[in-house]
């Protein structure tokens, strides 16, 4: 028989079995994805059947009053049905707002279509806690700016808004979402077919008549699968809640859960934690399940096909000056709390806006803020954070979607799925079991512990946008390299992480973002050494220096900015260059 020729054996290789740095990376893969995603919700599972008092490795003791504790109180109920109305009256009014915003740009003629993008994409970077903080300062019962403007303008006897309300809590998250969810409904506007709108014009349809007919029904699944996936963000959402919910009676359960961990001169309740923090984690794992149903029946209503055409943009005529109008608010609702602490940024001491309030004007809160040691060491650990963890989470990201998408058999499919599970897992939840699992560890109370958790909470976006770019890129390429003589590490280097290189820009831009305005878990593995930027303003802003926070805050903010648009501008240049 003669030889099989070298490529052929390469080849042979790829198909009936792994080579040997495969071999031995996948096992250690499986076994790092089980330290960080599995290790920490046992950990979770067995701190929330503690007895009171105990920590999960003094003791082998089990109970079960810990979940009577928390399920057998009827406060319980209102802690989650606070929590369902929360996440879900803000998912519901950003979904309203967002889907006639992308109709608008995508569909119509509407002037500033670019710009209107480009300013979405700039909003996304903005951290939570600038809304919260920035809507205080204007709607502040007492001496919020635009209630004292408004109560004096149209002679009030009492202030015109609280922002201390459910309702408010709500419309602020809403506007928050929006940029969110402007990005995940762009594709689904755009791809919409004309031809549909056609047949129902052809048919004596009215344009309402065929939204209403034909393109509602065929964006509802893809609309359902946004809502679902933003609902699981809502249950767990931390900033807003706690810096209006506590002062407005409204808790919500991530609050509930930090404030048992972290209270204020007592004894932590970490089992109670926990106990609370299975509950949430069922939550999110039901929307989970309803999250994949509808993405699934999505699949039924796909309306792009090989064949080629072009979006038909409607022409708004007269009904461009309220479509801007409209577009206008919207904005100066996003503005309204920047410009807010901005002006607060600027004056020693909150004072409503007034002609001797401008004779006060300074830099020295910046000032102060960039000179003080404490703000210098926040900045060095946030530097720190955010770049590691980004590069961490996208290069396990990279090898992980590698296997899942090229690997076969239960291993593979395994990985991905642990992969995808912090998705359904609440940050306040991570952040709980990882606390209680490094409690006794050197990890505890160092920067790392936090870039420990922040990789592992995003894993899942990491790996979902390694693997839809993968998927779209043949195996032949590899398959080719193999031949060659080339190693796996090697092909991953030369030939996929050059086709893959703007996804991996994107979402390492998205970590580092979302990373540097995360408040859930720097805040709840906070210790002397490990302060950030984020919960460095938590704790100015919870001491009463609104002015010193307001700057902190401003200067975060214009850092985002400089790192994700230049380089996200970059990036979509390039994208559109290669393409």
Not at 121 to 137: D, K, N, R
């Amino acid at each position: 028989m003669e030889p099989i020729p070298v490529a052929h054996k390469s080849v042979l290789t790829v198909r009936t079995g792994l080579p040997t740095q495969q071999q031995i990376l996948l096992p250690l893969l499986v076994l790092l994805a089980a330290v960080l995603v599995v290790a920490p919700l046992i950990i979770l599972l067995r701190s929330s059947l503690l007895p009171p008092g105990e920590l999960p490795f003094d003791t082998v003791s089990l109970t079960f009053k810990n979940f009577a504790a928390a399920y057998g109180d009827s406060a319980t109920l209102i802690l989650f049905f606070n929590t369902v109305c929360y996440a879900g009256g803000s998912v519901f009014l950003g979904l309203l707002v967002a889907g006639v915003l992308t109709w608008l740009v995508e569909r119509t003629d509407m002037p500033f279509r670019t710009t209107i993008k480009v300013l979405m994409f700039a909003s996304m970077t903005i951290p939570p806690l600038a809304y919260a903080f920035g809507w205080v300062l204007l709607l502040n019962p007492n001496n919020g700016a635009a209630n004292v403007l408004l109560k004096n303008l149209f002679g009030l006897d009492q202030h015109p808004f609280d922002v201390y309300t459910m309702w408010m809590m709500i419309f602020i998250s809403a506007t928050e979402l929006v940029p969110t969810m402007f990005v995940m409904l762009s594709g689904l506007f755009r791809n919409m077919d004309p031809q549909l709108e056609s047949a129902g014009a052809v048919s004596g349809a009215n344009y309402l008549k065929t939204a209403r007919y034909i393109m509602l029904p065929l964006l509802t699944p893809g609309l359902l699968s946004v809502a679902m996936y933003m609902l699981m963000i809502m249950v767990q959402a931390f900033e807003i809640p706690l810096v209006l919910g506590l002062t407005a009676g409204v808790p919500v359960l991530s609050v509930y859960i930090y404030l048992l961990s972290s209270p204020e001169g007592g004894t932590p309740k970490y089992g109670l934690a926990a106990a609370f923090g299975v509950g949430l984690l069922m939550l999110a794992i039901i929307l989970m399940a309803v999250y994949y149903a509808a993405t699934r029946t999505a699949e039924r209503f796909r309306v792009v096909t090989g064949k080629a055409f072009r979006p038909k943009r409607i022409a708004l005529g007269g009904g461009r000056y309220p479509a801007v109008i409209f577009t206008l608010i919207y904005f100066g609702v996003m503005i309204a709390p920047l410009l807010a602490l901005l002006w607060t940024s600027l004056l020693p001491f909150y004072q409503l806006p007034s002609a001797m309030a401008l004779t006060k004007i300074s830099l020295n809160n910046y000032r102060t803020m960039i000179n003080s040691t404490k703000v210098q060491q926040s900045i060095l650990n946030t530097f720190i954070l955010v770049f590691s963890t980004a590069t961490l989470a996208m290069l396990l990201s990279g090898v992980m979607s590698w296997f899942a998408v090229r690997g076969k058999g239960k291993v593979a499919r395994f990985l991905d799925m642990i992969a995808f599970a912090p998705m359904a897992i609440p940050r306040i939840v991570m952040a709980i079991a990882i606390l209680l699992l490094y409690i006794r560890t050197p990890l505890y109370g160092t920067i790392w512990i936090i870039v420990l958790a922040q990789v592992t909470a995003y894993l899942a976006f990491g790996t979902r946008t390694v693997n839809g770019a993968l998927m779209q890129i043949h195996p032949e390429l590899e398959n080719a390299a193999t031949a060659a003589g080339a190693p796996w590490l090697t092909t991953m280097r030369k030939i996929l992480l050059p086709l893959l290189w703007p996804h991996f820009l994107n979402a390492w831009l998205w970590i580092v973002a979302h990373s540097m305005r995360d408040l859930t878990l720097a805040l709840t593995l906070m210790s002397p050494d490990n302060v950030v930027l984020s919960s460095t303003l938590w704790v100015l802003w919870s001491f009463g220096d609104i002015p010193r926070a307001s700057a902190l805050l401003m200067l975060m903010v214009v850092g985002l900015l400089l790192i994700v648009l230049p380089i996200q501008l970059y990036a979509a240049k390039k994208a559109e260059t290669q393409g």
